[in-house]
């Protein structure tokens, strides 16, 4: 989307001419112009990945299965947000490559006997964009999350769940999203 401000400083040239109240609303068109300008909608620095690649994530906990569940989900929100599309490495423009480096299960809240009612499940990872024709670093991330889950009403996948989808946002923000 272009602004061109050349129109607007006519307009206020030849309200300036006219009554004092006209002056008046030539100001302030002039003000509000002052940041006409070139705006675009894309996100820079990434116009030129148009495709993704999402390696299976690596897991160094003994949490296991999370490293699939993780994959799955990603690759599921960005075919849902529609921005890439997702193919394999070989044709792709950029790789998503992700680790789950520390995963915490700890009391978070508790009631007025000391019991606890919730707890946090705090996950680390380490997420990498690179560029698939030169494996050159796009971004690079040590990302924490977590997920709070009620122990009366759910269970610790809850709290998993909240952290992975807190994840899949960030990097979705942050591979198609730069502003």
């Given at each position: 989307m272009t602004g061109n401000c050349t129109g607007t400083y006519r307009i206020v040239i030849r309200l300036i001419s006219m009554k004092?109240?006209?002056?008046?609303?030539?100001?302030?068109?002039?003000?509000?112009?002052?940041?006409?300008?070139?705006?675009?909608f894309t996100p820079r620095g990434k116009s030129d990945i148009k495709s993704i690649s999402v390696e299976r994530f690596d897991n160094e906990t003994a949490e296991y299965g999370l490293e699939d569940r993780m994959t799955d989900q990603i690759i599921d929100a960005l075919l849902a947000e529609g921005t890439l599309k997702v193919l394999s490495t070989e044709y792709s423009d950029a790789v998503l490559y992700?680790?789950?480096?520390?995963?915490?299960?700890?009391?978070?809240?508790?009631?007025?006997?000391?019991?606890?009612?919730?707890?946090?499940?705090?996950?680390?990872?380490?997420?990498?964009?690179?560029?698939?024709?030169d494996d050159t670093e796009i971004w690079k991330e040590s990302i924490i999350q977590k997920g709070v889950y009620d122990i009366a009403s759910e269970t610790e996948e809850d709290g998993q769940q909240r952290a992975i989808d807190l994840l899949i946002e960030d990097i979705i923000n942050k591979t198609t999203k730069s502003w």
């Open positions: 004092p109240k006209f002056v008046l609303i030539g100001v302030v068109m002039a003000v509000l112009s002052v940041g006409c300008g070139v705006y675009t992700g680790t789950l480096t520390r995963y915490d299960r700890n009391p978070f809240d508790y009631d007025e006997n000391d019991q606890v009612q919730t707890y946090a499940i705090t996950m680390t990872f380490d997420i990498t964009l690179k560029k698939a024709a």
